[in-house]
């Protein structure tokens, strides 16, 4: 069996789409660090390609930049996907922890994040009658990161195929769910804490007058 | 937040320009940047007085409602509430002519009733909505009636009423009318007065409701079909023909970006179908101030000359003017008692490039804009940029651009002018400032050719050294490996 650095095994695993999981289970390997790493470079591509993209294609606007948008988008979504896929997996006797899930995930995002880097790249080398290839490299790279996704989960919870594309969905599912209690939470504590403000004024009024 | 931002902007803007005394800046005056806001901005046309019936020595005006400037450059005014037709002199100091009777080919002489809309042809002949009496009555300048249309007895004529509004002619004395209660499009007759059928119908947009509809009408019953709406297109509320015969048509009641401003051609195609301008007032525009939201129907429009559309909003009683293409140029009016405000009814406008008239059939005036210092500018550089004169019309766009910092168009003028003039840099520098991605990758693509030859040698031997680096290293790599594991 190949022995690897971290480093090695993210080329290993993202190069072959197929056994690279499996064999990076086999090995006990893959590195919370390099997810993260990867997660942060994912995160500052999004930002790069909505803000600066080549002036040939789009002309943002820099006073509408939020970045709570952009996290949401890509750390949240990111947070949200690991806990519903490890509590949707459960249910098809998946044998994956968290701390893997973590780890093949942002694995397989790295051609995304690649790619998210290329186009930004090459659309400042491009005019838009090639953005065709600006188009193309996107493609790749989420088709490519789908597919990895998609062996990463099936690695990590040792799952068959069926079982894995119906894990999937459950997991986008769960995410709807999170993502639904969460605004809900949040409409209620501002419903509460506008009900504390409201009384706390209240008393002091007539405690003053 | 921003609102106030804008509030500052203009003040400031206002206090700079107006240490100048040759531009004056109307207050309030706005327009719409590439993002669609709404952004301070010269005045493009000012107003300079509203001229009432006393002035014009005719008599009180009565909820005048159509405004035409014939050839000759006389004006027709329909005064509604008289029942009569004014002409104007081309000054607009006095009325040359009352219209009131008419002669017909019999000799029998009649009154008008409530005259809502009047044309007038190049070859002399006054085409009058007479709509109180239902008819359409062509006639010459003496007031000898040559035709009468009145209820057409056609199959396709499915009205009980025929209540004829605002009336064109096209060159071939074609009439085109809009009826009050039809909703198909502009009533066409031919010269001889023979209904032919409708010309420039709406189109229904399929909103949520009207699909939800289609579908329970599937499964109702005759009956019930017969108790539910049906979805109509919005009616033609204005039109206009240009000098090529384009027919220029407004709908009140549209939604914005939907059929609002029509160009149609003899085909009946609309050739504004796929342009990015909102007519009128984009959705967003509320006043700061009141908190107002003003809504965008437009009730007229009026081709001039130079190809200018201008489009009269009795929702918010502004006139919006357009270049050829339909990009935005000046907005003026508002509603308000002063000088160049409206009532809650103004209801036609007419251009003649310099000066804009527009009835008000609530203050019964007329009033007229004219055209600012600014104004001249920004129309000469836009002439000039759509015959594609772009050197040309460096000079006035750079003009504009100094009188009003936030005028989009001039940025965009000038990035195609050092674009035709190879200054590749600074065009996409003014494409930038103007916020088109369109024009910039035309800069660009000139810019990355032009830096592509000049420094070809250099990016060629790049390529080669990185290319000869790359087989020495694989060649070492290979001996490295057998020498290892050798």
């Not at chain 1, 470079?41 to 294609?57: H, P, S, V």
């Not at chain 2, 301008?277 to 965008?296: C, H, I």
């Not at chain 2, 031997?461 to 490295?480: D, M, Q």
Request: charged share 20%.
């Amino acid at each position: 069996m190949i022995e690897l650095t971290e480093k090695q095994w993210v080329l290993h695993t993202v190069f072959h789409p197929f056994d690279g999981f499996e064999d990076l289970r086999f090995k006990k390997a893959g590195s919370i660090l390099i997810s993260n790493i990867v997660i942060a470079l994912w995160f500052a591509g999004t930002i790069l390609r909505e803000n600066f993209y080549g002036k040939q294609f789009v002309i943002t606007s820099v006073e509408d930049f939020s970045i709570l948008s952009f996290i949401i988008r890509t750390v949240f979504l990111f947070l949200a996907w690991t806990v519903s896929n490890r509590a949707v997996c459960t249910f098809f006797d998946g044998e994956g922890t968290i701390r893997r899930i973590y780890i093949y995930s942002a694995y397989a995002l790295i051609p995304y994040t690649v790619s998210l880097y290329v186009q930004v790249m090459l659309s400042h080398i491009l005019i838009r009658d090639e953005g065709i290839f600006i188009t193309l490299t996107g493609v790749i790279g989420i088709l490519w990161s789908a597919m990895l996704i998609f062996t990463g989960i099936k690695a990590a919870h040792q799952l068959s195929v069926s079982k894995t594309v119906l894990s999937i969905l459950f997991t986008i599912a769960g995410m709807i769910i999170i993502i639904l209690i969460l605004v809900l939470a949040a409409a209620l504590i501002q419903q509460i804490y506008v009900f504390a403000a409201t009384i706390i004024a209240e008393i002091e009024y007539r405690l003053k007058y | 937040m921003r609102g106030n931002a804008g509030a500052a902007l203009a003040f400031v803007c206002c206090a700079f320009f107006l240490s100048k005394a040759s531009y004056v800046s109307a207050e309030g005056s706005y327009s719409y940047n590439f993002y669609g806001e709404a952004v301070p901005s010269q005045a493009g046309y000012r107003a300079v007085k509203a001229v009432n019936g006393n002035e014009l020595g005719c008599g009180e005006l009565s909820q005048p409602a159509d405004i035409f400037c014939a050839d000759s450059g006389s004006f027709f005014i329909a005064d509604k509430g008289n029942d009569r037709i004014i002409e104007v002199d081309p000054d607009f100091t006095k009325a040359s002519m009352v219209y009131s009777i008419f002669t017909d080919n019999n000799g029998a002489s009649f009154n008008l009733s409530s005259p809502e809309g009047i044309f007038v042809s190049d070859d002399g002949l006054m085409y009058i909505s007479d709509t109180g009496n239902s008819r359409i009555i062509v006639s010459d300048m003496d007031g000898n009636v040559s035709l009468i249309v009145t209820k057409p007895d056609s199959d396709m004529y499915e009205s009980e009423t025929f209540r004829p509004e605002k009336v064109i002619a096209d060159k071939y004395g074609n009439i085109y009318a809009i009826l009050d209660n039809i909703t198909g499009g502009a009533a066409f007759f031919s010269r001889d007065g023979e209904f032919e059928g409708y010309y420039g119908a709406g189109s229904v947009l399929p909103t949520a409701k009207v699909i939800s509809d289609y579908i329970k009408k599937l499964f109702a019953t005759d009956k019930m079909r017969s108790a539910m709406s049906r979805s109509v297109p919005a009616g033609i509320t204005g039109f206009d023909i240009d000098k090529e015969g384009f027919v220029y048509t407004v709908t009140g009641s549209a939604d914005a970006g939907h059929d609002r401003v029509k160009k149609v051609n003899p085909a009946g195609k609309n050739l504004f179908a796929g342009i990015d301008t909102v007519f009128g007032d984009l959705p967003r525009y509320q006043n700061s101030d009141s908190g107002e939201v003003f809504k965008t129907e437009l009730i007229d429009i009026d081709v001039d000359n130079e190809g200018r559309i201008c489009c009269l909003d009795t929702g918010t009683g502004r006139v919006f003017q357009y270049n050829k293409e339909g990009s935005l140029l000046f907005i003026m009016g508002g509603r308000s008692d002063c000088l160049g405000g409206f009532s809650l009814k103004p209801t036609a406008v007419e251009c003649t490039g310099e000066r804009i008239f527009i009835t008000d059939s609530m203050k019964n005036t007329v009033t007229i804009f004219e055209e600012t210092d600014f104004g001249k500018i920004v129309h000469d550089a836009d002439k000039l940029y759509n015959d594609g004169k772009y050197e040309e019309a460096l000079k006035p766009w750079q003009e504009a651009l100094r009188c009003d910092g936030n005028y989009t168009a001039a940025y965009l003028g000038i990035s195609s002018a050092l674009l035709r003039k190879g200054d590749y840099r600074g065009a996409m520098e003014y494409a930038e400032l103007g916020g088109s991605s369109y024009h910039y990758n035309k800069a660009f693509e000139g810019y990355r050719a032009e830096w592509l030859s000049k420094n070809f040698s250099i990016v060629s031997a790049f390529i080669a050294v990185f290319i000869i680096l790359r087989i020495i290293h694989r060649h070492y790599r290979k001996k490295l490996r057998r020498y290892r594991g050798g």
